[in-house]
């Protein structure tokens, strides 16, 4: 089987650097009901994996810049998953840190997971690694699923790929300008000494939040809006903290977050590889009242969706996937240092289904999706609602951020803030 990757797919192979890894990342947590024994958790992902075709497969790429998939002859499922024992919530931090900053091979089929025993109350995770050339959210989500027990879930056979038109229409091109003529002009030179925009060498971390997804739904209630903006809400308001002790929250502050847009709807889900756009969102960390700031919010993401994701300021991953694959390969090194110029930071959203998951018997008690940073970039930020939780992951090289009992007090600061609005205006908790 082979299929050729877009030039977005190929965007995230030639972006692809040491300092900042291109791969998507998971932090599953299950609670089984007897002692685990890892050895069988990981020969029950190797034949799983062994099953799902996009996972046997690597990049293999021509001399004019593109690339396509290829079945590893040499591949062995094995060699992709690993295990490891840690005591303590810290450890495993620093444990699921460490997998997180080391890139994957991209020789092989690009993907790794790895169990983690040891955890409380004999729990164990499972630490995934998938590249973004091989997948976007939605994909990844759809790959992952056919990992876990089948019991409580179906998952269909993945359709074949659909296939794109190598010549661009006139219309086409048309779309191209348009979009990249929305995407120069929302860009703008990056803010010297700004907390958000810093190098890549310092090491990264990973910090996990669980909130409960209650609280979210009695603030949506009261306030309007939808889970996501009201949790976009709560990101801004916990940078914020994080800005003001830097000194960098003025009343008009800023910050510019990409937020991933799935276009699958649009394209069918049998299309392999990357299918997204974004929209580009002013959260606004200078503004004191938490319900303003949910409003702002609400009222930017009405107004973006209403516009639609294809031709917008966010628009950058469609302006991407129309770019030759050699122009990829040329530019990456400068491209990929350009992100600081139109936005801040990435904040995505992974949705899950609402049904229950396990592995081996064990059921699933969370899941962190861990967000890859641009070059430049201090932080990603990425959420999933899985059940009755919202699950908040921070992929970080800042220290102020790399406190996991810091991210947890904000969080529930911003939402006891806004739950306590409702008092103003004599509504019942």
């Known amino acids: 089987m082979t299929d050729h990757l877009s030039p977005l797919d190929i965007a995230f192979l030639a972006m692809e650097g040491n300092a900042n890894p291109l791969h998507l990342g998971a932090v599953a947590t299950f609670a089984p009901s007897t002692p685990v024994h890892p050895a069988r958790i990981a020969a029950v992902l190797c034949d799983r994996a062994q099953e799902i075709p996009s996972l046997r497969r690597r990049a293999r790429t021509s001399l004019l810049g593109g690339a396509r998939w290829v079945e590893d002859p040499g591949f062995a499922p094995e060699d992709h998953v690993f295990t490891h024992h840690v005591r303590g919530r810290d450890r495993f931090a620093t444990l699921v840190s460490h997998l997180m900053a080391q890139p994957l091979d991209l020789a092989r089929p690009p993907w790794e997971l790895h169990v983690v025993t040891g955890l409380t109350g004999g729990r164990f995770a499972v630490v995934a690694k998938l590249h973004h050339s091989l997948c976007d959210g939605m994909k990844a989500v759809g790959l992952g699923l056919r990992l876990f027990d089948a019991s409580r879930l179906s998952v269909p056979d993945a359709p074949e790929p659909v296939s794109r038109p190598m010549i661009p229409s006139l219309r086409g091109i048309k779309d191209t300008i348009d979009i990249a003529s929305s995407v120069l002009m929302n860009t703008r030179p990056p803010t010297l000494n700004s907390p958000v925009l810093t190098a890549s060498t310092r090491p990264r971390r990973v910090v996990m ?154 059921a699933l008690c969370e899941m962190y999706p861990v967000a890859p940073v641009a070059p430049g970039h201090a932080v990603g930020i990425a959420l999933s609602v899985y059940r009755s939780s919202v699950h908040v992951c921070l992929n970080t090289n ?32």
């Open 209 to 362: 939040s669980r909130l409960d997804l209650a609280d979210v739904h009695r603030i949506r209630r009261v306030h309007g809006g939808t889970v996501n903006d009201v949790l976009l809400a709560l990101v801004t308001g916990a940078l914020r903290h994080w800005l003001s002790a830097h000194g960098s929250a003025g009343p008009s502050s800023v910050v510019r977050a990409l937020i991933p847009v799935n276009q699958r709807s649009r394209s069918g889900d049998g299309a392999s590889g990357n299918q997204i756009s974004g929209f580009l969102v002013s959260l606004p960390v200078g503004c004191p009242d938490p319900v303003d700031r949910l409003r702002d919010i609400r009222s930017q993401m009405e107004s973006a969706k209403a516009a639609g994701s294809e031709k917008g300021a966010g628009a950058l991953p469609l302006l991407a996937d129309r770019v030759p694959p050699l122009v990829h390969r040329l530019a990456a090194p400068v491209m990929g240092r350009c992100a600081p110029l139109l936005f801040d930071t990435l904040v995505t959203s992974v949705p899950l289904p609402s049904v229950p998951l396990a592995l081996d018997g064990a």
């Open 398 to 429: 800042q220290s102020w951020m790399s406190d996991a009992q810091w991210l947890d007090g904000v969080l529930r600061r911003e939402v006891a803030s806004l739950q306590d609005a409702r008092e103003l205006v004599g509504l019942p908790r």
